[in-house]
Structures are given as C-alpha cells and as structure tokens.
C-alpha cells in the first residue's frame, strides 16, 4: 500500500547527502516508487535560516538543493497554508520548535506519515517513520 510521507529537515539532508544516520527503512520508503514524498516549505525556511546563521553548509546553493535533489528524487515541495499555521494555536507545546510544530500541522491536515528520527514529536499522536 502507498504511502504519503513527509520528509523533516533531517531526514530530506540525509537522504539526498545518502548520511548513513538515514535508517534503512525511511530510507527504503523514500526510495519505493510507489510513495508520494513531500518535503514541506518550512524545511525549506528552516534550511535558508540555518545557512544564513552558519549552522548548515551545503555544496550547492539552496535553489540547487531543491531544484536537483528534491524534484530529481520525486519529492514535491508542500506550500504552507493558512489553514496548517492557524491550526498551531491549538497545538499543545509537547515540542518548542517551531518548524517541527508546523510539520505535525501539515501531517494532520494532509494525512501525512512524518519520516522524522525526532521521538518527541510522538506525544501528537502522528504516524511517524524512521529505525
């Protein structure tokens, strides 16, 4: 059965920079043809803000990232609605990171299975893959 993933931060730089940190089943999942891949604009946001802080170097510019690895690899870019930040508000504060809290909106709203190694993001009950 076809599954609809959405790749965090982590998992997306691992597995287009093939980091062995990337378990063998997300990895597999990634890979199964038959699976629809998302890797949301927040991951996107989330990325540019750590390159301008120094925190995250790549080897090619971001625009390339996306352009050669995310659509090369069959990974469609998720726009962020209104409707996945207002539903924030009533997100309990099981996780400060505003970038994860907004991945969990987007998996709820859009039936979404996170591939994420992030444990804490199990406490909003949302379908999880990783090891």
């Known amino acids: 059965m076809a599954k609809r993933l959405l790749l965090d931060t982590h998992a997306f730089l691992w597995f287009v920079s093939d980091d062995p940190r990337l378990p063998v089943p997300p ?14 604009v927040a991951s996107v ?6 390159i301008s802080l120094g925190k995250l170097r790549l080897d090619v510019t971001l625009d390339e990232l996306i352009e ?11 726009p962020l609605e209104p409707r996945h930040a207002i539903s924030v508000a009533a997100l309990p504060f099981h ?37």
């Open 68 to 78: 050669s690895e995310a659509t090369g690899n069959g990974i469609s870019l998720l």
């Open 27 to 40: 990895r597999e999942a990634i890979l199964e043809p038959e699976n629809s891949r998302y890797l949301s």
């Open 95 to 131: 996780h400060p990171d505003p970038f994860d809290r907004i991945l969990v909106c987007q998996a709820r709203a859009e039936s979404l299975i996170v591939v994420s190694g992030d444990t804490a993001l199990d406490a909003y009950r949302v379908a999880r893959l990783w090891g």
């Open 45 to 50: 946001w989330e990325m540019a803000i750590k």
